[in-house]
């Protein structure tokens, strides 16, 4: 299975400060069909897992533009550029590329 | 709005087994693959299972192989999980998730259902 590692595992963010997560994966996540299939997810404290991010860098529906993927390969980065409130939590990356899906171990957004 | 609204969890002695539900709405549910995704306590998220469109086709976890069962009946948009033989490392809340094809992504989840095994 492929496994997808995230750094660091734990964040500590002022309100407006920019932040990085990282999620490197154990093999290309490029498709044969030329898609790389790697999305990110949040979840808020007491909350199911909501879709931030699909395909690298698309930003789902209602998803704030502070919010950005990029990355290729192995190696994606989820942006926050200027960390509000509602941003706490846990994010995740997660590749479907491969069989089966695998999700990151997460990465804990919290306030400093 | 997508709606997914999941029922039959509980306390569940090793060894005996349970039924999940998942009620859909909001969209048309036989047009999705869908999928039961885990969470064990304090821990992070795991694929359980998926079945397509039609649910012709399963796909399963090796940990779960033979003792979980994926369905589901499109005449009444909703999704099953059987669950026999529960070990305690079962233990987890369970989310019902949408698929989508294009991004082949989990882009909706129910609010979850929680499954203890333990005697």
């Known amino acids: 299975d492929v496994v997808l590692t995230q750094t660091p595992p734990t964040l500590s963010a002022t309100i407006g400060q920019s932040v990085s ?4 994966s154990s093999q290309s996540l490029l498709h044969s069909n030329g898609n790389t299939y790697l999305n990110w997810l949040l979840q808020r404290p007491g909350q199911p897992p909501q879709l931030l991010i699909y395909l690298v860098s698309r930003l789902e529906s209602g998803v704030p533009n502070r919010f950005s993927g990029s990355g290729s390969g192995t190696d994606f980065t ?3 550029s200027g960390v509000e409130a509602e941003d706490l939590g846990v994010y ?6 491969h069989a089966p899906p695998t999700f990151g171990g997460g990465t804990k957004l919290e306030l400093k | 709005e997508v709606q ?7 306390l569940v002695q090793p060894g005996r087994s349970m039924k999940l539900s998942c009620a859909a709405s909001g969209f048309t549910f036989s ?9 064990a306590p304090t821990k ?3 694929w359980v299972a998926t079945i397509s469109t039609s649910g012709g086709s399963t796909y399963y ?3 779960v192989k033979g003792r979980f069962t994926i369905s589901r009946d499109n005449a009444k948009s909703t999704l099953y999980l059987q669950m026999n033989s529960l070990r305690s490392e079962d233990t987890a809340t369970y989310y019902c998730t949408r698929v989508d094809r294009l991004i082949r992504g989990f882009d909706y989840w129910g609010q979850g259902v929680m499954v203890t095994v333990s005697s």
């Open chain 2, 61 to 63: 976890r090796d940990s």
């Open chain 1, 92 to 97: 995740y990356c997660v590749q479907s590329t």
């Open chain 1, 78 to 80: 989820l942006k926050i």
């Open chain 2, 44 to 46: 992070g998220l795991e």
């Open chain 2, 4 to 10: 997914l609204v999941e029922s039959g969890g509980g």
């Open chain 1, 21 to 24: 997560i990282s999620c490197r």
């Open chain 2, 31 to 39: 047009s999705f693959p869908m999928a039961w995704v885990r969470q």
